[in-house]
């Protein structure tokens, strides 16, 4: 016999242990299903979360889960393997919980350039943001590895945090980017060519190496794919947009009524707290509905 909530809600990171506070406050029968693979679980910390700043991302995560704890959420360490409209909600473990609704706050994954070395220090000295990471490495010898139109956009923002920043573009065409005058005259050198390996001593980044030559950095910043883990929301046929995305109103409402969706699985650009507060106006907007539903 299947458990029965109010709001079932896939994945326990920022968003969603955030939306299950809300509901948890609302007295709501929430259960949040985690499987505990956290996208920033490699960090050391995490920043530009307003009073956690500096703070273990496992830290944060289990705050939070003993919050929510407090207000009757029930914890679900398993992994959601498929919902089905209703919504019956079935768990890698064999439970089955039926909702009234559901919120997805599964997240993405990151796919690395294929460049020898890149992945073992990815969450140390390779990072994506350097809005959570630039700080940290202000004023030390910094790459950028990327390519395409936002290359040039990407080496000139890690500029603010440091006057030594080279951009390793790759074997593409650079086009604009070899002629992009912003780039010298912030005093970014372009290193084109094949990267052969991200070079490390010591357990620390040391440099790239491209085209025989090796260029010494203390960390690189990068540019990821972003692949949603959304395979929960287009299984129940939420629309995408063009770029794949599953598509929400700003309240986090997809196209199937019932079913919501909060932080990096449909925001590749939300970060830690913009994740966190996205999956609080979701759940307030959702318990509205509820209110007026009932």
Not at 33 to 58: C, I, K, Q, T, Y
Not at 68 to 84: H, N, Q
Request: with cysteine; glycine share 12%.
């Amino acid at each position: 016999m299947a458990d029965k909530y109010d709001v079932v809600i896939a994945g326990g990171g920022a968003a969603g242990l955030s939306a299950a506070l809300v509901l948890g406050r609302a007295r709501r029968r929430v259960a949040v299903v985690d499987s505990g693979e956290p996208r920033n679980a490699r960090a050391a910390a995490l920043h530009g979360f307003l009073s956690r700043d500096g703070m273990a991302p496992a830290d944060l995560l289990a705050a939070g889960r003993r919050e929510v704890a407090g207000y009757g959420v029930e914890l679900i360490e398993d992994k959601v393997l498929a919902a089905e409209p209703g919504f019956t909600v079935r768990l890698a473990g064999g439970r089955t919980l039926e909702t009234r609704q559901l919120i997805v706050t599964t997240g993405l994954r990151d796919e690395l350039p294929d460049i020898p070395g890149l992945a073992e220090r990815w969450g140390t000295d390779v990072v994506v943001c350097p809005y959570c990471h630039g700080y940290e490495v202000r004023d030390q010898p910094l790459g950028v590895i990327a390519s395409g139109p936002m290359a040039a956009m990407k080496a000139l923002l890690v500029r603010n945090w440091s006057a030594d920043v080279v951009l390793f573009p790759g074997p593409d065409p650079l086009g604009e980017i070899t002629a992009d005058e912003r780039l010298a005259a912030r005093g970014i050198e372009v290193v084109p060519g094949e990267i052969a390996r991200v070079v490390v001593a010591g357990d620390r980044l040391t440099g790239v190496e491209v085209g025989g030559r090796f260029v010494p950095r203390s960390a690189i910043f990068v540019n990821p794919t972003f692949v949603p883990a959304d395979g929960l929301l287009t299984s129940l046929g939420c629309e995408t947009d063009d770029e794949g995305w599953v598509r929400t109103d700003a309240a986090g409402r997809t196209s199937v009524p019932g079913v919501w969706a909060a932080g990096n699985v449909v925001d590749p650009h939300s970060q830690l707290i913009t994740a966190a507060g996205a999956g609080s106006y979701t759940a307030a907007q959702l318990n509205n509905e509820l209110v007026l539903g009932s």
